[in-house]
């Protein structure tokens, strides 16, 4: 395909991933940061593809900042970033949604770990938006020979997928880290996955989208490794470390910590049943040990595994 322009927002290790993707294709990328020397505006000029991949809690702030900018109308933006705002509760692409409602919004999500990427492992993520048309052009700009990317037409759950299964690597991480066995990760997991798409049902979320990449696929990678920010949050929790010290000390931002309180504030308002998440968030607030988390979800009451 020609040559795109790039402007990728956020120069951390998922944004020089991403980076690294579209100059092996041969596309031109433009990296911005807050500390960098370019301005957004010089950054953004021009570009076919905005792409943010910062974190969430500066989404609503540059998206504010980019309104001020002169944009073209077939400028598409790419969002990918795994998070919920902790005021609006709103994902992501709501955010680049509500602010720019002529263009197009496509999220990008999938099991992608970005050490790997880096080192040019192959991997798989998806791209969804309800404009076919941007999310097929953003397909073609980032597929290769070591990254499938597949379409999806539920930007929503593609985003929540990615999203929600952080909290899942923090309580994995946890699993791990008090060495409670395979049988133990496998019923966390599985589990994990029902409350995610209880949480996306509220969205209307489509329910298959949540056993595909975005969903199944990254709760698969970042519940099962130490690359994963998330999930090592976990796994230091249960060696007895306090939460302040583990951020403090965390190369980029564990977004599931975030995510959690997030999620208890939806799942009490709309009443909807989420153990885990519920024991995740009382352990980041220092109410329980890891110990009597496990405890409480395995004495839970006896229930049939489906409950229509």
């Known amino acids: 395909m020609p040559e795109t322009t790039i402007a990728i927002l956020g ?8 980076a690294s993707l579209a100059q092996d294709n041969g596309h031109q990328v433009r990296l911005w940061s807050r500390s960098g020397p370019q301005t957004l505006a010089a950054v953004i000029e021009n570009s076919q593809i905005i792409l943010s991949a910062i974190s969430m809690q500066g989404v609503s702030d540059v998206a504010n900042q980019i309104k001020s900018i002169p944009l073209s109308s077939e400028q598409i933006f790419v969002t990918a970033t795994k998070g919920l705002d902790s005021q609006t509760k709103n994902t992501p692409s709501q955010i680049w949604q509500t602010i720019f409602p002529q263009h197009p919004v496509v999220v990008l999500s999938g ?4 050490q790997e990427i880096m080192q040019e492992l192959p991997a798989a993520t998806v791209v969804a938006s309800k404009n076919t048309a941007a999310s097929e052009f953003v397909q073609l700009v980032f597929s290769s020979s070591r990254f499938r990317v597949y379409t999806n037409p539920d930007p929503l759950g593609v985003e929540l997928g990615g999203t929600l299964k952080n909290v899942m690597a923090i309580a994995a991480g946890v699993c791990d880290g008090l060495n409670l066995g395979t049988n133990a990760k ?3 997991v599985t589990r994990g996955l029902t409350e995610m798409v209880r949480i996306g049902n509220i969205w209307d979320a489509k329910q298959e989208t ?16 130490a690359l994963s920010r998330n999930y090592q949050v ?20 564990a977004e599931g910590v975030n995510t959690c309180r997030v999620l208890m504030r939806i799942a009490q308002q709309e009443n909807v049943p989420i153990p885990i998440c519920e024991q995740v968030y009382r352990l980041l607030a220092g109410a329980v040990t890891p110990r009597q988390a496990l405890d409480e979800l395995m004495l839970r009451n006896r229930k049939p595994e489906y409950n229509h």
Do not use: H, M, R
């Open 234 to 253: 976990g796994y230091q929790l249960a060696g007895d470390k306090t939460l302040s010290e583990i951020l403090v000390n965390l190369s980029g931002t």
């Open 11 to 18: 120069a951390g290790a998922w944004g020089k991933a991403l």
């Open 111 to 114: 099991p992608n770990l970005s």
């Open 186 to 188: 496998a019923a966390l």
């Open 210 to 225: 949540f056993f595909g990449l975005s969903g199944l696929g990254d709760l698969l990678a970042t519940c099962n490794s």
